[in-house]
């Protein structure tokens, strides 16, 4: 295979595995990957580009944050000089940094990533694109974060309706929304709101009130004594 494919399936690699939580693996892999894109006879700015959005979002993942954003915005400097301005691409690496300045606890910068690369998969996709609930769920994130907590609900609310449109109304993705979005309402002091969303979070397992999709439901459900 030619050194620009190996690169960019070594890169592929690198997410799959860091997917798996083989942080180590995967890191190894990047680097290989952007090693061997350094080694080309010729630039290839858009390989180089993907290989460090992987090698950042790798070492984001494994806490290294100077390096990360050190990758991550070269990675976005050098798609914003090559595609649209609404390209796919340039908005998955502003996700990248908006997910590394959250893990980080830098919510305002995150916020900021997170709002561009929402607009780009809005223009691009609409709301009603797997890629956009993402998004409209990290930013809701950051914002309960922030203690914005009714901005946070919308986004919420919204990302919910959307995946109950595309995915439909009995996916375990809804009901992991609905999971966050009791969260937010408890944190708001709507103990009722949100042990109702907790409750029909809780329903769309098989155990249904036995299970408790994180420990945080768990608490709120659990009867008084």
Known sequence: ARPERRAQVLARLANEVAN?????????SAREALAMVDALPEPAPLLRAEVLNTL????????????????LQASLGLRRAALPADDPAIGATLHNLGLLHWNAGHYEASERHYRDALAIKLRRHGDGHPS???????????????????????LFRRSLAER??????????VGSVLNELGNVLQDAGRTA????????????HPEGHRYYSCYGTAVRLKPKK
């Open 20 to 28: 798996a939580g083989r942080g180590s693996e995967a890191l190894a």
């Open 56 to 71: 950042g979002r790798v070492l984001a993942a494994t806490g290294r944050y100077d390096e990360a954003e050190t990758h």
């Open 132 to 154: 956009t609930f993402g998004t409209l769920e990290s930013l809701g994130r950051t914002l309960a974060q922030l203690r914005r907590l009714d901005e946070a609900e919308s």
């Open 164 to 173: 109950r449109r595309y995915y439909g109304p009995r996916s375990p993705s």
């Open 193 to 204: 709101d949100a042990v109702q969303a907790y409750r029909e979070s809780v329903a769309f």
